[in-house]
């Protein structure tokens, strides 16, 4: 990473970071990807929702490190993961980085805990790459229209704002810490387990030169997450659905992926919102350590 750019602020007990270079003959088109890696046992790579990075799941990750060797994924331009200028975050793209970890570190036998985009992101690379993919835990699936224009009035403003022609751009670079604070209490039930000193984390990552770029393309990248639902139907390995009872999906949004799954395991969390990683981890805890 350039040394001029900025560092986490967030540091997890005995975790260490890493980079994976781009592959020889990418073309420029791929930028190193940062991970974390903690733990023991059988491979867990858990990917983030839209806007956040590997230290949403700060609080999952030590209760799941005695069973797991866990890797938690900066998807490509999000956290601290290279901001490659003219790259996509079109659902293939991102898919590509989470293959990419799992190809260059020969990861097999892989559980995928994804939340948001990061559920998509698991469930697609499931069903491209099932002889590595042990198991899927997907986490209210960002897989619906509207996305997080759901969550509130401020949350539409925001994001017609940022996809807007013209002044897109503009707006996606102005991001008050009220503002964001807001916009994430949106996915939550118990608005306090958004801590500050997360919600300062990214900031100082939204600050990035380069970073509105992304933050705009991920958000115009939602039909592509929608359009990806056509690969669920070809996973092979066993998935548990997971969604929180006040998430921004609907019942019809839960039960139409129930239809494409039907042999998939589900759990409704009562009083969740769209962050179940960062205001009930004990929960995914508990279901994945079950498993391990």
Known sequence: ????????????????????????????HEGTLRYLKTGTGAPLVLLHTVRTQAEHFRHLIPLIADRYTVY??????????????????????????????LTELDLHDVTLVGESMGAVLALTTAAESPARVRRVVAVNTYDFPGGIARSSLLARVVVSGVLAPGVGPVIAGVEPKPALRKILQGGLGNKRALREDYVDELLQVGSRPGYSTVAR?????????????THYP???APVHLVYGEKDWSRPSDREA?????????FT??????????????DV???LLNAAA
């Open 268 to 281: 409704q969390v009562p009083r969740a919102g769209h962050f179940i990683a960062l205001e009930r981890p």
């Open 1 to 28: 990473m350039p040394s001029q750019e900025p560092r986490p602020t967030l540091h997890l007990p005995r975790t260490t970071s890493h980079t994976l270079a781009p592959r020889a003959g990418s073309g420029g």
């Open 72 to 101: 938690a994924l900066d998807l490509p331009g999000m956290g601290y993961s290279e901001i490659v200028p003219g790259a996509s975050y079109d659902e293939p793209a991102m898919r590509a980085g989470v293959e990419r970890l």
């Open 234 to 236: 070809e996973i092979k």
């Open 257 to 265: 992926n129930r239809k494409l799954l039907p042999a998939a395991d």
């Open 284 to 286: 995914l805890a508990d």
């Open 217 to 229: 393309a991920v958000y115009q990248a939602l039909p592509s997450l929608i359009a990806a639902r």
